[in-house]
């Protein structure tokens, strides 16, 4: 069984952690802690996780599971795995890319990235991340020189086995990626099997004219407790291309906090979400459009059955004098379930007045029409269900470019389909 985690337990492990630590990393540790303490682990009186108690979740004992199938293969990648949260150097190749573990900087009395780690697009009050800052041990850092185009995908691989009953605290990971003038890089992540706690902070800084690509593939086993986020901040001309497929856990969370922060920016972002039995999932963005002239896109479509619960909450802020403006924001899913659940909260933060901002939320049924003029060609109705569900999702899935990622991606949608898309109970 999964052990309960305790507020009284983290703050012990940070301060063992403080009394370790070289001094810019205490002073790190120090700020993060306190603020942590204050505010304690999220739960729904916090308006951001009204919908998502962690703390509750944190509370229940769960039955840890083993015996996951392997992790999704990506040929062609540096990969950097992590096993039940440790960095695996066995079986990893990141040393190829430039690529440094996090550990040996996190090690050193000076580091030159003590003036990048926790500063990107900082988030003073955030609970998790404030924890992550605290207790982070284990991750990795990659810095792209200027001008440099990396061939290769760097593939971070977080694969639970469940065999490790973990320490009371849980995994704390942190990902570091700098690109610098004119860099690109592509960046996938997959999450494999059942952490009884984790949290993983993956913080993007992108220079000028840089862009990243970012593919991030969860495959959590229903047991899984983990909380993410990508923080992130984007020089003028820069490109962020985010593409998230998540199938929940028991609590599975994932925010996208970016701020566009050189004018001409582009942050954008597509994902397919797939929740079925009683798996919780959150997707929560916030878009903070900080100069004039920047613009974003992010599109969520989610498939639910079971008595599964889905939330997506997505936030526009465009301060004073970000003129010319243009963000959009979209959300649909189709419930395949009575019991099933959405929760979306589209929000829009405008104070200027020359900007194009819009969203969009809707939530249904499969069509019956559809399902029936499958159903007329002898088409079973499983599979006539499940044409209908992989065509939802299938605008998603085509913005992926590499194709080896997009089949990745399908595979793993098709999968869910032939277990669960048959379950429909009802349709319009």
Same mark, same amino acid.
């Given at each position: 069984?999964?052990?309960?985690?305790?507020?009284?337990?983290?703050?012990?492990?940070?301060?063992?952690?403080?009394?370790?630590?070289?001094?810019?990393?205490?002073?790190?540790?120090?700020?993060?802690?306190?603020?942590?303490?204050?505010?304690?682990?999220?739960?729904?009186?916090?308006?951001?996780?009204?919908?998502?108690?962690?703390?509750?979740?944190?509370?229940?004992?769960?039955?840890?599971?083993?015996?996951?199938?392997?992790?999704?293969?990506?040929?062609?990648?540096?990969?950097?795995?992590?096993?039940?949260?440790?960095?695996?150097?066995?079986?990893?190749?990141?040393?190829?890319?430039?690529?440094?573990?996090?550990?040996?900087?996190?090690?050193?009395?000076?580091?030159?990235?003590?003036?990048?780690?926790?500063?990107? *697009?900082?988030?003073?009050?955030?609970?998790?991340?404030?924890? *992550?800052?605290?207790?982070?041990?284990?991750?990795?850092?990659?810095?792209?020189?200027?001008?440099?185009?990396?061939?290769?995908?760097?593939?971070?691989?977080? *694969?639970?086995?469940?065999?490790?009953?973990?320490?009371?605290?849980?995994?704390?990971?942190?990902?570091?990626?700098?690109?610098?003038?004119?860099?690109?890089?592509?960046?996938?992540?997959?999450?494999?099997?059942?952490?009884?706690?984790?949290?993983?902070?993956?913080?993007?800084?992108?220079?000028?004219?840089?862009?990243?690509?970012?593919?991030?593939?969860?495959?959590?086993?229903?047991?899984?407790?983990?909380?993410?986020?990508?923080?992130?901040?984007?020089?003028?001309?820069?490109?962020?291309?985010?593409?998230?497929?998540?199938?929940?856990?028991?609590?599975?969370?994932?925010?996208?906090?970016?701020?566009?922060?050189?004018?001409?920016?582009?942050?954008?972002?597509?994902?397919?979400?797939?929740?079925?039995?009683?798996?919780?999932?959150?997707?929560?963005?916030?878009?903070?459009?900080?100069?004039?002239?920047?613009?974003?896109?992010?599109?969520?479509?989610?498939?639910?059955?079971?008595?599964?619960?889905?939330?997506?909450?997505?936030?526009?802020?465009?301060?004073?004098?970000?003129?010319?403006?243009?963000?959009?924001?979209?959300?649909?899913?189709?419930?395949?379930?009575?019991?099933?659940?959405?929760?979306?909260?589209?929000?829009?933060?405008?104070?200027?007045?020359?900007?194009?901002?819009?969203?969009?939320?809707?939530?249904?049924?499969?069509?019956?029409?559809?399902?029936?003029?499958?159903?007329?060609?002898?088409?079973?109705?499983?599979?006539?269900?499940?044409?209908?569900?992989?065509?939802?999702?299938?605008?998603?899935?085509?913005?992926?470019?590499?194709?080896?990622?997009?089949?990745?991606?399908? *595979?793993?949608?098709?999968?869910?389909?032939?277990?669960?898309?048959?379950?429909?109970?009802?349709?319009?």
């Amino acid at each position: 069984m999964a052990k309960v985690v305790s507020l009284d337990n983290l703050l012990a492990s940070a301060a063992a952690r403080r009394s370790e630590a070289a001094p810019w990393l205490g002073a790190l540790i120090d700020e993060a802690t306190e603020k942590f303490a204050h505010a304690g682990l999220p739960n729904r009186r916090n308006e951001a996780w009204r919908y998502s108690d962690l703390a509750k979740a944190l509370h229940e004992t769960v039955k840890l599971e083993s015996g996951f199938d392997a992790p999704p293969a990506l040929a062609e990648a540096c990969v950097a795995a992590f096993e039940d949260g440790v960095l695996d150097e066995a079986k990893s190749s990141y040393g190829a890319m430039g690529a440094q573990s996090l550990r040996k900087i996190l090690g050193e009395k000076d580091s030159p990235f003590a003036a990048i780690i926790g500063r990107v *697009n900082p988030q003073a009050d955030h609970p998790i991340i404030n924890l *992550n800052t605290a207790l982070m041990e284990e991750g990795l850092v990659l810095r792209v020189p200027a001008g440099v185009i990396l061939a290769t995908p760097l593939r971070l691989r977080f *694969n639970w086995t469940g065999a490790d009953p973990q320490s009371e605290d849980g995994r704390h990971l942190r990902i570091l990626i700098v690109l610098e003038d004119g860099a690109q890089a592509t960046l996938f992540e997959s999450h494999d099997g059942a952490p009884s706690f984790a949290t993983v902070v993956t913080e993007v800084s992108l220079a000028t004219n840089a862009k990243l690509t970012h593919v991030r593939l969860e495959n959590f086993a229903a047991t899984a407790r983990q909380t993410a986020a990508t923080v992130g901040e984007i020089g003028e001309k820069a490109l962020y291309r985010g593409f998230y497929f998540t199938q929940g856990g028991h609590f599975a969370r994932h925010e996208a906090l970016l701020k566009l922060a050189g004018e001409e920016a582009h942050a954008g972002i597509d994902a397919a979400y797939m929740v079925a039995d009683r798996r919780h999932c959150d997707n929560t963005t916030v878009f903070d459009h900080a100069v004039p002239n920047t613009t974003s896109n992010q599109v969520f479509r989610g498939v639910l059955t079971g008595s599964s619960r889905g939330v997506y909450q997505g936030c526009v802020k465009v301060a004073q004098g970000a003129q010319k403006t243009d963000a959009r924001q979209l959300s649909r899913a189709m419930l395949l379930s009575h019991r099933s659940e959405i929760v979306t909260k589209p929000e829009l933060e405008i104070f200027a007045d020359d900007v194009k901002c819009s969203h969009g939320a809707t939530a249904g049924e499969l069509d019956a029409n559809a399902l029936f003029f499958l159903r007329a060609r002898g088409i079973p109705e499983a599979e006539a269900r499940a044409m209908l569900v992989e065509a939802f999702l299938v605008e998603a899935m085509d913005t992926i470019e590499s194709e080896t990622m997009r089949e990745l991606v399908t *595979n793993c949608a098709r999968l869910w389909m032939k277990r669960h898309a048959g379950e429909a109970s009802h349709v319009e």
